[in-house]
């Protein structure tokens, strides 16, 4: 008896949403009364409600415009993150709710005082309905003297512990549990105890956890080098003792996110002292085991994200939003939306399969407009997050469903026209969402950090050699839109394919400031 079954092309629309889709979108993206009655009836019901809180942002004369337009790119895959379509246009019912997923804290400064205000900032943050990332590696290792307590601390892990039982305490908005990222510099004296410390049954249950690698400790493993341990040496500590900075075996200056307290040189470099060396290559294996055995911690590479970074001259980034997709600076917001790919797709799996790449670039136009306007009803509690967002308007879009786009166009996953499809896309995503930000630029105005001038540093020029060559000289001033569209290694690139925009984005400025964001596997709910 023959039992293969033939598969029928069917137009992508003809396919009805899976059970589970709908269960998802009716317990957390639905919106409902108190009482429990629904107000959107049906999906669509949702797109139009979404469409019409984000357009309502426009003038008057052009609100309705957009609302068609809006309503179409959601009707054609442009998905954007769950706190939008949760809460968007739901004011009247979540008065306290944010349209963004997910912040990073301000940094933790090495003080009570600071801990416990970041505990309070992050409470608020998580009862909007936000998640939240953090750095705890700016705290003194454990066993380190407290002068001012005339006692010893216990360290970073300790103080996670508090934060991981206030997200336990606090009731997210929108029905979901409270989600944080916790990271921790390789260099860090503790860190070995941060890589065990979900070995211990219950503890840090709130955290996703990611180590911080540095170019420095991947060349010590690759040349099987002893690897320092260190922390910054406190101002006060070095102007009382006075000890050699020179002597390598004690000291070693590394980047580090605060300056304010310690001994920094001309480059930006923050004098460590070394409390413990180990070789390189056995903490390599610790933290390989640690993410065979658990899959964590995870695995950051914090100066290619650095590197990589836009904003390079004016952030340290050191945390990320809690799936880890969202590299952000202090105060940070996750402001991100996906393009499903599968609906692009005409006559899937026969052979006239195709990808309508021009109806793909409307969309992932259209859809950068669109998350730009939630920068303007973010709803984030803290004045901080909402002068972060509105200063350099950060958003993110990635794409979703490659794999089932590549099996309706007839193509095998990890093939050479694949991988070529997949490049493709990514390009052509950016280049269409940098040419929508240039045409918001010019009809709204850049972001305002664009317009700002910054001083040249000595630190800049050696994150920038080419500055110097093009007679950048320190203490002269620079715009932050040549900052950006000349000198970011990320535009750079974008360059190479389309120079003619990129000069004009350094002429003007941009609206839109990220690139590419592709959320885990697992995380999206399409």
Same mark, same amino acid.
């Given at each position: 008896?023959?039992?293969?079954?033939?598969?029928?092309?069917?137009?992508?629309?003809?396919?009805?949403?899976?059970?589970?889709?709908?269960?998802?979108?009716?317990?957390?993206?639905?919106?409902?009364?108190?009482?429990?009655?629904?107000?959107?009836?049906?999906?669509?019901?949702?797109?139009?409600?979404?469409?019409?809180?984000?357009?309502?942002?426009?003038?008057?004369?052009?609100?309705?415009?957009?609302?068609?337009?809006?309503?179409?790119? #959601?009707?054609?895959?442009?998905?954007?993150?769950?706190?939008?379509?949760?809460?968007?246009?739901?004011?009247?019912?979540?008065?306290?709710?944010?349209?963004?997923?997910?912040?990073?804290?301000?940094?933790?400064?090495?003080?009570?005082?600071?801990?416990?205000?970041?505990?309070?900032?992050?409470?608020?943050?998580?009862?909007?309905?936000?998640?939240?990332?953090?750095?705890?590696?700016?705290?003194?290792?454990?066993?380190?003297?407290?002068?001012?307590?005339?006692?010893?601390?216990?360290?970073?892990?300790?103080?996670?512990?508090?934060?991981?039982?206030?997200?336990?305490?606090?009731?997210?908005?929108?029905?979901?549990?409270?989600?944080?990222?916790?990271?921790?510099?390789?260099?860090?004296?503790?860190?070995?105890?941060?890589?065990?410390?979900?070995?211990?049954?219950?503890?840090?249950?709130?955290?996703?956890?990611?180590?911080?690698?540095?170019?420095?400790?991947?060349?010590?493993?690759?040349?099987?080098?002893?690897?320092?341990?260190?922390?910054?040496?406190?101002?006060?500590?070095?102007?009382?003792?006075?000890?050699?900075?020179?002597?390598?075996?004690?000291?070693?200056?590394?980047?580090?996110?605060?300056?304010?307290?310690?001994?920094?040189?001309?480059?930006?470099?923050?004098?460590?002292?070394?409390?413990?060396?180990?070789?390189?290559?056995?903490m390599w294996d610790l933290i390989m085991?640690?993410?065979?055995?658990?899959?964590?911690?995870?695995?950051?590479?914090?100066?290619?994200?650095?590197? !990589?970074?836009?904003?390079?001259?004016?952030?340290?980034?050191?945390?990320?939003?809690?799936?880890?997709?969202?590299?952000?600076?202090?105060?940070?917001?996750?402001?991100?939306?996906?393009?499903?790919?599968?609906?692009?797709?005409?006559?899937?799996?026969?052979?006239?399969?195709?990808?309508?790449?021009?109806?793909? $670039?409307?969309?992932?136009?259209?859809?950068?407009? +669109?998350?730009?306007?939630?920068?303007?009803?973010?709803?984030?509690?803290?004045?901080?997050?909402?002068?972060?967002?509105?200063?350099?308007?950060?958003?993110?879009?990635?794409?979703?469903?490659?794999?089932?786009?590549?099996?309706? #166009?007839?193509?095998?996953?990890?093939?050479?026209?694949?991988?070529?499809?997949?490049?493709?896309?990514?390009?052509?995503?950016?280049?269409?969402?940098?040419?929508?930000?240039?045409?918001?630029?010019?009809?709204?105005?850049?972001?305002?950090? !664009?317009?700002?001038?910054?001083?040249?540093?000595?630190?800049?020029?050696?994150?920038?050699?080419?500055?110097?060559?093009?007679?950048?000289?320190?203490?002269?001033?620079?715009?932050?839109?040549?900052?950006?569209?000349?000198?970011? $290694?990320?535009?750079?690139?974008?360059?190479?394919?389309?120079?003619? +925009?990129?000069?004009?984005?350094?002429?003007?400025?941009e609206e839109r400031r990220l690139s590419?964001?592709?959320? $885990?596997?697992?995380?999206?709910?399409?």
């Amino acid at each position: 008896m023959n039992t293969v079954v033939k598969i029928e092309p069917k137009d992508i629309d003809a396919i009805p949403y899976q059970e589970a889709s709908l269960d998802i979108w009716d317990k957390k993206y639905r919106l409902t009364a108190k009482d429990g009655t629904p107000i959107d009836k049906t999906m669509d019901d949702t797109y139009k409600r979404v469409a019409r809180a984000i357009a309502d942002v426009e003038r008057e004369d052009v609100r309705e415009q957009w609302y068609e337009r809006f309503l179409w790119a #959601l009707r054609r895959g442009a998905i954007p993150a769950g706190r939008v379509i949760s809460n968007a246009g739901a004011l009247q019912h979540k008065p306290a709710t944010s349209t963004i997923n997910c912040t990073v804290s301000g940094t933790i400064h090495d003080s009570m005082d600071n801990i416990l205000k970041k505990v309070h900032e992050a409470g608020l943050t998580l009862k909007s309905g936000a998640g939240i990332g953090y750095c705890f590696s700016t705290l003194r290792p454990r066993g380190a003297y407290v002068s001012g307590a005339g006692a010893y601390t216990s360290g970073p892990l300790s103080f996670m512990d508090i934060f991981d039982k206030m997200c336990f305490t606090v009731s997210s908005a929108g029905g979901r549990r409270g989600a944080q990222m916790g990271t921790f510099d390789v260099g860090h004296p503790d860190v070995m105890e941060f890589i065990r410390a979900k070995r211990e049954n219950g503890r840090l249950r709130q955290f996703n956890l990611s180590l911080l690698i540095t170019d420095e400790f991947i060349r010590a493993v690759r040349e099987d080098r002893e690897w320092q341990l260190a922390f910054p040496i406190a101002l006060k500590e070095y102007e009382s003792e006075r000890p050699d900075l020179t002597d390598t075996s004690k000291f070693v200056w590394r980047e580090w996110e605060i300056h304010d307290g310690y001994v920094v040189n001309d480059d930006g470099l923050v004098a460590c002292k070394i409390y413990k060396s180990l070789p390189a290559r056995r903490m390599w294996d610790l933290i390989m085991t640690s993410t065979y055995d658990f899959a964590e911690p995870g695995f950051i590479l914090i100066d290619r994200v650095n590197e !990589m970074n836009n904003n390079w001259w004016c952030e340290n980034i050191r945390a990320s939003n809690p799936c880890g997709e969202q590299i952000l600076p202090e105060y940070g917001a996750c402001l991100l939306g996906s393009v499903n790919l599968t609906r692009f797709v005409k006559h899937p799996f026969g052979e006239f399969a195709e990808f309508d790449w021009d109806e793909y $670039r409307e969309v992932v136009k259209i859809f950068t407009r +669109l998350l730009d306007n939630v920068v303007e009803i973010n709803g984030l509690p803290l004045e901080k997050q909402r002068e972060e967002i509105l200063r350099k308007r950060r958003h993110g879009m990635g794409f979703l469903g490659l794999g089932s786009t590549l099996t309706l #166009l007839g193509l095998k996953y990890g093939a050479p026209e694949s991988v070529r499809f997949t490049e493709d896309v990514a390009r052509e995503m950016a280049v269409a969402g940098w040419e929508a930000a240039l045409e918001l630029s010019r009809e709204k105005g850049p972001a305002p950090i !664009m317009n700002e001038e910054f001083t040249v540093t000595k630190e800049m020029l050696r994150k920038r050699p080419e500055m110097a060559r093009d007679g950048w000289k320190p203490g002269t001033k620079i715009a932050g839109r040549l900052l950006h569209a000349r000198y970011s $290694r990320y535009m750079q690139r974008i360059a190479e394919v389309a120079p003619r +925009l990129v000069h004009e984005l350094a002429e003007v400025g941009e609206e839109r400031r990220l690139s590419a964001a592709v959320a $885990r596997t697992g995380s999206h709910h399409p």
